[in-house]
């Protein structure tokens, strides 16, 4: 008998799933699931039984998942930030190429004279309807510079574009990790401005969706290419057909096609290839469910979106109780009352907040009987209890 159980929404790489001990089962049915694993199903809908612990989107957008019901009801959610970003990287080189360059018109053309006498000589009299621009010297807008934004910078300032950047909240890491010859602006009124290509890398959020629309494009250059490998709702598709009928855009190119974008006329429809690489899925994969197993079996969180990061270290013995809480006063005084109540030495005690959330881990040296566990969960304000042992 196993003891614990994971569901998967979506296929997800057998070499991550191989990385389930013999300790775990997979099951169809996410009521007896303790870990849910998804790429891009969504779960906004979904109902959300008591005994799902932990999601982990083997990816990197988390639009698809109800974060803040998660919280609330104690699930963490992780992603695997950076895991698939070399893949997105490179489709959007791609997506430049192809903006540029009219391949996909050409290639099609291919296929229409296949059948000719002279296919040779009828491509070279035919050729120049598909002549186009090259990328070296032209300027490119990067907006959001998180783990896709700066590879995608980098790469496309080694092919000899000018690359501007901007993400007024830029992490660290990824501000070490960008090229010192990116110009990093202020504001995205300046990439509008200056840009012959732009390419979206937020995520979709309340302040960002429909960012790219009238107002936004009338700041553009005549004939920018706008490139999305982020998400579809990022875009006025409504905004964007007028522009691409009056010429103000050139190329749309989109890794999210929709009923409006798919049969548009100057948009380069792609669907949703940027993560799907061998290697992408694979290293999200692992990510997701080496996280899975940290958090299931050691309570240990890394990589969340709605709670904290929060690391006690391996479950070495005795008993590990975590509790899912909201981050309100009071809080541990009530925890550790609970345990002093029955003469119970905590021997390492761990909280971490984020934002309306908190984390608290309490290592005992023995066991604790089950009503620790329910005169924790009857505390206000707490959300879940899991107890290892
Ligand atoms: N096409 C695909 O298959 C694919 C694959 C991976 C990710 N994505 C999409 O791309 C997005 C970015 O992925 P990532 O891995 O680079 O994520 P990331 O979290 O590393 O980077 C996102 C960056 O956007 C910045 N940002 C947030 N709001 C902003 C704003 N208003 N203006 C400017 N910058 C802002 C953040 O500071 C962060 O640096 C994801 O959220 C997802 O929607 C698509
Ligand atoms: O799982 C995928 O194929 C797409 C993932 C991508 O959209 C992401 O946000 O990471």
Redesign the pocket.
């Known amino acids: 008998m196993s003891k614990y159980k994971y569901s998967c929404l979506n296929p997800i790489a057998q070499v991550g799933l191989g990385l389930f001990s013999e300790e775990y089962t997979k099951t169809d049915d996410i009521k007896e699931a303790d870990a849910v694993l998804v790429r891009s199903a969504s779960m906004l809908e979904m109902e959300l039984p008591e005994n799902i612990s932990a999601i982990a989107r083997a ?5 698809n998942i109800p974060l803040d019901k998660c919280a609330s009801d104690g699930i963490v959610v992780f992603n695997t ?2 895991a ?2 070399n ?2 990287k490179e ?1 959007v080189i791609a997506g430049l190429m192809l903006a540029s360059r009219n391949i996909v018109g050409g290639i099609n053309w291919v296929q229409t004279i296949k059948e000719e006498k002279d296919v040779a000589k009828l491509v070279e009299k035919g050729k120049s309807k598909f002549a186009g621009k090259e990328i070296q010297g032209k300027k490119l807008g990067v ?8 590879l995608a910078a980098n790469a496309a300032n080694r092919l000899g574009m000018e690359v501007y950047g ?6 660290v890491e ?1 501000a070490w990790n960008l090229s010192r010859d990116i110009i990093s602006v202020k504001s ?1 009124e300046d990439i509008y401005k200056e840009c012959d290509y732009i390419s ?6 309340e ?2 969706k429909k ?1 790219i629309n009238k107002e936004t494009l009338s700041k553009c250059k005549d004939g920018v290419v706008i490139l999305n ?3 579809d709702l990022l875009v006025n598709d409504e905004d964007m057909e007028e522009a691409l009928k009056s010429g103000k855009v050139a190329a749309y190119v989109t ?2 096609p929709n009923e409006k974008t798919a049969g548009m006329k100057g948009v380069i429809a792609i669907p ?5 690489t061998e290697e ?1 899925e694979d290293n999200c994969a692992v990510m997701a469910v080496k996280q899975i197993k940290d958090y299931i079996e050691h309570g240990i969180i890394k990589n969340s979106v709605n709670y904290p990061d929060c690391d006690a270290g391996t479950f070495t013995g005795g008993t590990r109780v975590t509790i899912n809480h909201k981050n309100i006063p009071n809080m541990l005084t009530q925890f550790t009352g609970v345990f002093s109540a029955e003469n119970i030495n905590i021997a390492n005690l761990l909280n971490k907040s984020k934002g309306d959330y908190a984390y608290t881990v309490i290592d005992i040296e023995g066991g604790v009987s089950n009503g620790i566990a329910d005169k924790l969960k009857a505390i206000n304000g707490v959300l879940k209890v899991r107890t290892l042992s």
């Open positions: 990816g990197a957008g988390v639009n930030p950076g698939n970003a893949g997105v489709l907006i959001g510079l998180g783990a896709i934004g700066v901007c993400d007024p909240y830029i992490s990824h995205k979206l890398h937020v995520p979709l959020l302040d960002t960012m490998f982020a998400r890794d999210f949703h290839l940027g993560a799907s992408s």
